[in-house]
């Protein structure tokens, strides 16, 4: 698999525990290299994720560490 669809799995199982049965859409993932807060690799990645109810736009951070994407911080709330 791609790094993109590792990420969405990532943050699909995330925002599923973090708000269950709300998850409408998971999407729209950006990568960043050269990240002080992803010490391992620098490599990190933000992703976008909807919900059924307000707040409705959450986005996720994660960080790659060796061949996986780990949960950083999020759901950071905006639209």
Same mark, same amino acid.
């Given at each position: 698999?791609?790094?993109? +669809? /590792?990420?969405?799995?990532? $943050?699909?199982?995330? $925002?599923? /525990? ?5 998850? +409408? ?5 950006? #990568? ?8 391992? +690799? !620098?490599? $990190? ?12 736009? !959450?986005?996720?951070? #994660? ?17």
């Amino acid at each position: 698999m791609d790094d993109a +669809t /590792l990420v969405r799995l990532a $943050a699909s199982k995330q $925002a599923g /525990l973090d708000r269950p049965g709300e998850v +409408t859409h998971v999407g729209q993932v950006e #990568f960043y290299s050269d990240n002080a807060g992803c010490p391992q +690799t !620098g490599e $990190a990645s933000s992703i976008l994720v909807r919900y059924e109810n307000p707040p409705k736009v !959450g986005i996720y951070i #994660f960080c790659k560490a060796r061949a996986h994407w780990q949960y950083a911080d999020g759901p950071i709330y905006g639209e």
